[in-house]
C-alpha cells in the first residue's frame, strides 16, 4: 500500500494537549524573563540562562524528547520552589498560585502517559 498524504497525517500523533500548554507556558515564562533583563533591569543578566533553556524545553517538548521532558521537569520544579519561596518570605499571594500553578504541571509531567509518549 502506498503512503498518501492522508495516511503520513493519520499516522503523526500531535502533543498531548497539556504537554502542549506546559510549552506555552514556558514560552511565556522565557518572554518574561527577556523582557524583564533587556527592559527595566528586572532581573539580572544571567537569567537569559534560563530563558534559553525554557525555550529549548519547550521547543523540545513539541517534538516529544526526552531531554526536553527533563528540563521541563526540573524547570517547573526549580520555579514551583521559588514561588514558594518568595511566598513564604514576602507574603505575595501571586507567588503561591505561581507556585501551585508549577505544581499541577509537575505532577501532569511526571505521569506514566505523559512519560511513555515521549522519544
Do not use: C
Not at 21 to 31: C, T, V
Not at 79 to 102: C, D, E, K
Request: charged share 10%.
Amino acid at each position: 500500500m502506498t503512503e498518501t498524504p492522508q495516511n503520513r497525517d493519520q499516522k503523526r500523533e500531535l502533543p498531548m494537549p497539556g504537554v502542549a500548554a506546559i510549552a506555552l507556558y514556558l514560552l511565556l515564562i522565557a518572554g518574561t524573563i527577556v523582557a524583564g533583563v533587556v527592559g527595566g533591569g528586572h532581573y539580572p543578566w544571567g537569567f537569559l540562562i534560563f530563558s534559553a533553556a525554557f525555550i529549548a524545553a519547550s521547543g523540545g517538548l513539541i517534538v516529544r524528547f526526552r531531554w526536553a521532558w527533563v528540563l521541563a521537569l526540573a524547570a517547573v520544579f526549580l520555579l514551583m520552589g521559588y514561588n514558594f519561596w518568595v511566598f513564604s518570605q514576602q507574603h505575595q499571594v501571586p507567588a503561591a498560585v505561581q507556585g501551585l500553578l508549577n505544581l499541577v504541571f509537575f505532577l501532569y509531567l511526571i505521569r506514566p502517559e505523559v512519560r511513555n509518549k515521549l522519544r
